[in-house]
């Protein structure tokens, strides 16, 4: 699997926009980018998944450079609810192949939101 | 739509006793996948199941770790028998054909091996 490197963590102010960096300079062409995020005590929720353009949805925007070697997830306006571990993932899941996808989870990016 | 059902939430057993999970995936779905989540890391996938066959078991502990999907629904994981270092959170995910770009999880099931 292709490798992710993301920050330790990160901190960010209640109401301001964030931005959680990824790079990924082994991928694929056909590697999606996953992020799931994991709120204390429960198990990881999809965020939201890309493969070359910018993906915007209800919760989080991804802009993926124009290389593929790098991704970001913003946040536009961060609440107490986003403190979470963020994870970047890089998969084969939402290609053509089902059943044999699955996600190798790093260690994440932990935010944390300043009241 | 009911989401992924673990049982139980917590477990606490002594080393060398056995202990069994169970996951109910969301309705539909094909793939359920198990994963093993030790504190401060990520989780790390233990098997997968496409129906009721396995797709992927390379880094279940064969030895100790089995699990089974009866008629391609429920799930069981059992560790015979514990050792200290299965202390974690156990937790199971879905996905179907219809959505596969995107995987459901539990709440997990929380271990202590003491």
């Known amino acids: 699997d292709a490798k992710t490197t993301q920050p330790n963590s990160m901190e960010s102010n209640e109401e301001e926009p964030v931005h959680l960096p990824c790079n990924h300079s082994t991928i694929s062409g056909t590697d999606y980018i996953h992020w799931y995020r994991q709120l204390p005590s429960q198990g990881p929720e999809y965020v939201i998944h890309g493969l070359t353009s910018n993906v915007n949805n209800r919760m989080a925007s991804l802009a993926i450079a124009e290389d593929r070697k790098s991704s970001t997830l913003i946040l536009h306006r961060a609440t107490l609810r986003d403190a979470a571990v963020y994870y970047c993932?890089?998969?084969?899941?939402?290609?053509?192949?089902?059943?044999?996808?699955?996600?190798?989870f790093g260690t994440g990016t932990r935010l944390t939101i300043i009241p | 739509e009911a989401g992924v059902a673990q049982s139980p939430r917590y477990k606490i057993i002594e080393k060398r006793q056995s202990v069994a999970f169970w996951c109910n995936p969301i309705?539909?779905?094909?793939?359920l996948y198990w994963y093993q989540q030790i504190l401060g890391q990520g989780p790390k996938l233990l098997i997968q199941f496409q129906n009721n066959g396995v797709v992927d078991d390379s880094q279940l502990p064969k030895d100790r770790f089995s699990a089974e999907r009866l008629k391609g629904v429920d799930s069981t994981l059992k560790i015979q028998p514990a050792k200290l270092e299965d202390s974690a959170v156990y937790l199971c995910?879905?996905?179907?054909?219809?959505?596969?770009?995107?995987?459901?999880f539990g709440s997990g099931t929380q271990l202590s091996v003491l």
């Open positions: 993932i890089l998969s084969l899941l939402g290609g053509l192949n089902f059943g044999n996808e699955k996600l190798t």
């Open positions: 995910a879905s996905s179907s054909r219809d959505k596969n770009e995107k995987l459901f």
């Open positions: 309705s539909g779905h094909a793939t």
